[in-house]
Nanobody, 122 residues
Framework: QVELVESGGGLVQAGRSLRLSCAVSGSIVNFAGMGWYRQVPGKQREWVATITTSGGTDYPDSVKGRFTISRDNAKSTVYLEIDNLKSEDTAVYYC????????????????WGQGTQVTVSS
């Protein structure tokens, strides 16, 4: 079982930027893609970004333009940059490794990270 470890969360002022990291114990090229989700208490986990093995990216409209996912295959690390942070971005952010991606947006998760808390203060 591969291990995913997120980092980079914390308390940030609204309007600032933040970069989250997800370090993967194995090679990320072994997966169909990598993704980020977020979850607030009492709500379902929400998908926010995907990057495929070929580098293609996808985002829901709710975060498009502010969220940027990237990957460093040599470091087996995936990043999520969040610009112009808003209070509604407050959540636990989870990294996911996909064993399969079925177009347009069906993701088969192989592994999850433990999550990193992002809190945006106004």
């Amino acid at each position: 079982q591969v291990e995913l470890v997120e980092s980079g969360g914390g308390l940030v002022q609204a309007g600032r930027s933040l970069r989250l990291s997800c370090a993967v114990s194995g090679s990320i090229v072994n997966f169909a893609g990598m993704g980020w989700y977020r979850q607030v208490p009492g709500k379902q986990r929400e998908w926010v970004a995907t990057i495929t093995t070929s580098g293609g990216t996808d985002y829901p409209d709710s975060v498009k333009g502010r969220f940027t996912i990237s990957r460093d295959n040599a470091k087996s690390t995936v990043y999520l940059e969040i610009d112009n942070l808003k209070s509604e971005d407050t959540a636990v952010y989870y990294c996911a490794a996909f064993r399969k991606i079925a177009p347009p947006r069906t993701f088969y998760v192989d592994s999850w990270g433990q999550g990193t808390q992002v809190t945006v203060s106004s």
